[in-house]
């Protein structure tokens, strides 16, 4: 018996329902596709899934506006079939966690239409009603000067009752008061809906997002989203000083939405709701080590987003990223790290640099699987999948990037200007379909059927699962292994992060300790052969990485070659005070 959850083992695989595996044929991925793919999820050796949204929606954001928190989305199958994907993975020792949205429902969830009916409706202070100011030209205007993260005003008029309500989101994602108890009961009633089931956690949502201010007061930033937004498309990518302020700015704009400390009561609230089934987790979609509590009252796990986030990885960057991050946690959390997700640019697309990408792609993996902290990975990025923008406007499913596009255009961009813009930021690029063949659409759809997003055309040069399970030298091979030597290793999984070399520019050196065991992890990011001297490390017991080599090689001139891994077992030197006198 390991000391250690299940969940800080484990090693993450996200799947975005509508994109991983179509099995009906219709163009959008669906459960019995799903299921369909467990044993190559077996195979390639993950131990837990995050589900992105599969609830009914209306999928005006592809499923994160929720209008049925007990349902399945009918184009992707029944709750019979849910089940049988959630047995299907537990029977192969896969675990399962679902994505629950707390901040807000879809505007066509029946809470929300009952809400809406009428000022006296029962429902109506589940949302967040407001009467609107008027201007002093009598004009209406809404209860303050908030917008929404997603463009716009974050109120919405209802002339229905001549009331504005608050979305953080897009309008059709009114958020729910979560200061009222019956939304509290319904929602933790959902979670227990599917704990009951058998699932082992959830992802939550936009967690910061959940209070807000509750006098409603303005916000002091002299910019609005649109010029932060502008400014960022034009600040270089390397002026960090510059990106900082910007996102200063962000934060003052919504300092009085975003990250009120009662949240935390109410993650508290749902921990005691989950602690009711042995084994399950909760991690938020946040980067505020906040949501740790006490390390063991709130939530199990939160992301490290700036390693997401960097324009680079590079060693001084993740060194200084894990002392800032691990040194802040409280005792007893855990860390979590990710890449890529529904949100954010492909692992490939993101840190490649157009000439050494695949051995980028191979170094971003080792660090993600070797670095303290539970690894999430992102469904496409074993076999290199790259970011898809969309060709024309009629492709694009992601509203916020519409909705981008329509605040361009009335900012004067011009049509041309606009599409430019929406392109670049368009979600729609990393949530395109699963490429599991070297056929039409990839072969997640037949021929004749336009899939829901299109695919990448690079499916037939070799990015896609079928032909690279059956390559020894390629991506998803490299996967497969590092999940292997990632699960032969304890040190590898719980050990404590110790890095070495501290100031080199090129090769990220650290060690994983764990009291049985020590795990020597070199990763070289340059195009450079370095030769290392770390013999006052210890000695080489088994080299994981890279497999065939000898074991009695010299830490203390370790060459390491461009773009090389090196992952190896050693037996530690004692120092001093340690050797028997
Ligand atoms: C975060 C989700 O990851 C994103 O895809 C979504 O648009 C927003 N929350 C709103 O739910
Ligand atoms: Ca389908």
């Known amino acids: ?346 692992v490939w697309s993101h840190f490649g640099d157009g000439v050494h990408d695949r051995e980028l792609a191979q170094l971003s993996l080792a660090l993600i699987l070797t670095l303290k902290g539970t690894p999430f990975l992102y469904y496409g990025e074993e076999i290199g999948m790259e970011n898809r923008p969309p060709d024309d406007l009629s492709q694009f499913r992601d509203t916020l990037a519409l909705r981008i596009y329509d605040l361009a255009v009335e900012r004067g961009l011009g049509d041309a200007g606009a599409f430019h813009i929406a392109r670049q930021m368009t979600r729609d690029s990393y949530r395109t379909p699963m490429q599991w063949r070297n056929a039409p659409n990839a072969g997640f759809c037949p021929a004749e059927i336009a899939p829901w997003l299109p695919v990448h055309s690079n499916y037939a040069r070799g990015v896609n699962v079928e032909d690279q399970m059956g390559d020894a030298g390629s991506l998803w091979r490299f996967y497969q292994e590092m999940l292997r030597l990632r699960k032969q290793c304890r040190a590898l999984r719980t050990g404590e992060y110790e890095p070495l070399l501290p100031d080199h520019e090129d090769c990220l050196v650290f060690l994983r300790t764990a009291p049985s065991e020590q795990c020597l992890v070199v990763l070289n990011f340059s195009d450079q052969t370095h030769v290392l001297q770390l013999d006052s490390v210890g000695t080489v017991q088994r080299v994981l990485y890279p497999s065939g080599l000898h074991t009695s090689h010299d830490l203390g001139a370790l060459e390491v070659a461009p773009f090389g891994i090196y992952i190896a077992q050693v037996a530690r030197n004692c120092s001093d005070e340690e050797r028997p006198k």
């Open 1 to 346: 018996m390991s000391d250690y959850a299940w969940w800080q083992e484990a090693v993450f695989y996200q799947i975005y329902p509508r994109s991983f595996a179509d099995g009906n044929g219709d163009g959008i991925g669906d459960f019995e596709g799903m299921i369909g793919a467990l044993d190559y999820l077996q195979d390639l050796g993950i131990d837990a899934v995050w589900l992105s949204p599969h609830y009914p929606s209306p999928q005006v954001d592809c499923g994160y506006d929720v209008s049925d928190y007990t349902g399945v989305a009918p184009e992707y199958g029944t709750l019979g079939d849910f089940k049988a994907f959630l047995a299907g993975a537990h029977a192969r020792g896969i675990r399962v966690i679902l994505d629950m949205v707390l901040n807000h429902t879809s505007d066509q969830h029946p809470w929300f239409l009952a809400s809406r009916s009428s000022r006296d409706n029962p429902f109506r202070n589940w949302y967040v009603w407001r009467d609107g100011r008027i201007g002093p030209h009598g004009e209406r205007l809404p209860p303050n000067n908030w917008e929404a993260a997603f463009t716009g005003s974050a109120w919405e008029y209802d002339p229905v009752t001549d009331q504005y309500y608050y979305h953080y989101f897009l309008k059709e994602q009114p958020d729910l008061n979560w200061r009222n108890p019956q939304v509290r009961q319904a929602m933790w009633d959902a979670v227990r809906f599917w704990l009951d089931l058998g699932v082992d956690g959830f992802r939550l949502d936009a967690v910061g997002t959940i209070f807000e201010d509750p006098d409603f007061r303005d916000h002091e930033s002299e910019m609005g989203l649109a010029e932060i937004w502008q400014a960022m498309a034009v600040a270089p990518p390397g002026d960090v000083v510059a990106r900082e302020a910007l996102q200063e700015c962000w934060r003052k704009l919504f300092a009085r939405q975003v990250d009120l400390p009662e949240v935390h009561d109410l993650m508290k609230e749902l921990r005691c709701v989950v602690d009711e089934y042995p084994d399950c987790m909760l991690v938020g979609e946040s980067d505020d080590i906040a949501f740790y509590g006490n390390g063991s009252d709130e939530l199990h796990l939160v992301f490290n987003f700036p390693l997401m986030r960097t324009e680079r990885l590079t060693p001084p960057f993740v060194r200084a990223n894990q002392a800032e991050r691990l040194g802040a946690l409280p005792p007893g959390a855990w860390p979590c790290n990710t890449l890529g997700n529904h949100d954010s640019p492909r």
